[in-house]
């Protein structure tokens, strides 16, 4: 064993006076051929990810015998610190995700290692991790891009056994060498989004619920606000954003005549493109102000919307095949959808969703992925029937609901995929956003009665499905209604 921890000592010394040499003949890189330049930075690079690998090693031992049974006489609480992390971080300088990263990709080595070679050991925390870890300890995978496939894997559920998590993270391991790990995360998120469809649904109301827009008064004077965005809302105001900022990002520049002036005026203005972003969103606040209290407010700069974010209007964009959209709406509730620009998937209930207010346009693959055909837009609600809709509805119809009509999407009672329900002002109903989105989510169903409306609640929210009254909210339609029956 003295043996042992003694080639241990000599090898780390070595390192470390080795890498000191290539430091301190920093000189020499001027005289390298771009050849040898970049073979050096390949070299250097595998050496760092062994040398990862070993703070990994070490970070994993002190994680070891830091252990919460340990208690007080566990090696962190000894030195004084209150984690191992915390203790990693202050030997290496590191920042706390670093030191984190460290102790758990150690942990995943000692895990694969112990295995193999039958030491003592602790239970093995995430055994589909092992492949992982058994990469690392071999070299040919990095410590970024381990902490990557742990983060985007994540862990079993019922759904997902830990063998098949096992298999995905060995197939992860051995595109390891292609990959960065900003890649390899994204690729271990698709792996897991293959295994978990059920997971799609959740991950994704989990996001939709870390949403906040948070303000801050700060000492200077200026408010600073933290807004907080599921991916769909993002896609939204990324839209609006980015059509705000284009003309200055090098964006893609308009043949319009009308266009082309509003790319010269931009370029000429003196603003920096995030004060260009600032007074843009400022400017479609005032007019969303002036247009839902009908008053113009005081800042108001009498921008046109249209002028202010170009022609083309900011829309989230959705791709789904029509396996995916016609499965789920079997029963199983399988399949799912993802917003364009952006990579993670959204599950079939949103796809439902936005395909009910925002129409579908179908396009056509040949089997090779050759697009044959995109075809018209469908079923839309038109500027006509939407009036209509408005007048009689008189804003969101969930019961209690107070939205006013400006605030509300169209919401096809049969839905349009599903029960092929047509677009008419018949089997049209205004939802506001937030009652729209439950609707869908959970399940609830509208029946039409006549002229009256009503919801049905899913079986798991009333058992016995007692439909309940979705009257009008609209005034006018009251008085016109009581004036026909007097
Ligand atoms: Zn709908
Ligand atoms: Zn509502």
Redesign the pocket.
């Known amino acids: 064993m003295t043996d042992f921890v003694d080639t241990f000592g000599a090898s780390l010394a070595a390192v470390v006076s080795a890498a000191g040499r290539v430091v301190s003949q920093s000189a020499a890189a001027r005289e390298l051929s771009a050849k040898a330049l970049i073979a050096a930075q390949g070299d250097i690079a595998g050496a760092r990810r062994d040398l990862d690998a070993s703070a990994a090693v070490i970070a994993g031992q002190i994680a070891l015998r830091s252990r919460p049974e340990a208690g007080h006489a566990g090696l962190a609480q000894r030195e004084g610190f209150r984690t191992p992390e915390a203790l990693v971080q202050h030997a290496t300088g590191s920042t706390a995700r670093e030191a984190m990263t460290l102790v758990r990709v150690g942990a995943m080595i000692h895990d694969s290692t112990a295995n193999e070679t039958g030491a003592p050991t602790y239970p093995v925390a995430e055994p589909w991790l092992v492949p992982v870890g058994l990469a690392v300890a071999s070299g040919t995978l990095s410590v970024a891009a381990a902490e990557a496939i742990r983060g985007g894997l994540g862990g079993p559920n019922e759904d997902v056994s830990i063998d098949a998590l096992r298999d995905a993270a060995a197939t992860l391991v051995r595109l390891g060498p292609t990959l960065n790990a900003d890649q390899m995360f994204r690729r271990a998120r698709e792996a897991r989004d293959d295994l978990d469809e059920a997971g799609i649904a959740i991950r994704e109301r989990e996001r939709r619920e870390l949403r906040s827009l948070r303000r801050w008064r700060k000492p200077d004077g200026m408010t600073r606000y933290i807004w907080e965005l599921d991916p769909e809302s993002a896609a939204l105001v990324d839209g609006i954003y980015d059509q705000l900022t284009s003309l200055r990002r090098g964006g893609p520049r308009m043949v319009d005549k009308a266009e082309q002036k509003r790319a010269e005026a931009v370029e000429r203005d003196p603003r920096t493109t995030d004060q260009l972003a600032s007074d843009g969103f400022l400017d479609l606040l005032t007019i969303a102000v002036g247009t839902v209290t009908g008053t113009a407010v005081g800042i108001s700069t009498g921008t046109d919307p249209r002028q202010l974010i170009g022609i083309r209007n900011p829309a989230v964009r959705v791709l789904v095949s029509a396996e995916h959209l016609a499965a789920g709406n079997l029963a199983g509730r399988t399949g799912h959808g993802r917003i364009e620009g952006h990579p993670d998937p959204i599950s079939i209930e949103t796809v439902?969703?936005i395909a009910?207010?925002s129409g579908i346009i179908p396009i056509h693959f040949d089997t090779s992925g050759q697009v044959l055909d995109v075809g018209r837009e469908q079923r839309l609600f038109t500027r006509r029937q939407r009036i209509g809709l408005a007048a009689r509805d008189g804003g969101c119809r969930w019961p209690e609901c107070q939205r006013p009509p400006g605030w509300t999407?169209?919401?096809?009672v049969d839905?349009w995929q599903r029960d092929h329900g047509e677009t008419s002002i018949d089997n049209g109903i205004l939802?506001c956003r937030h009652h729209?989105l439950l609707?869908?989510d959970n399940h609830w169903e509208i029946a039409k009665r006549g002229a009256e409306y009503w919801l049905i609640p899913p079986p798991g929210i009333d058992p016995d499905q007692t439909a309940r009254p979705m009257p009008s909210k609209s005034p006018a339609l009251h008085d016109l209604l009581d004036s026909r029956s007097a």
Request: aromatic residues 0%; proline residues 0%; hydrophobic residues 25%.
């Open positions: 439902e969703r009910c207010t999407e169209a919401h096809h839905h939802l729209h609707l869908h």
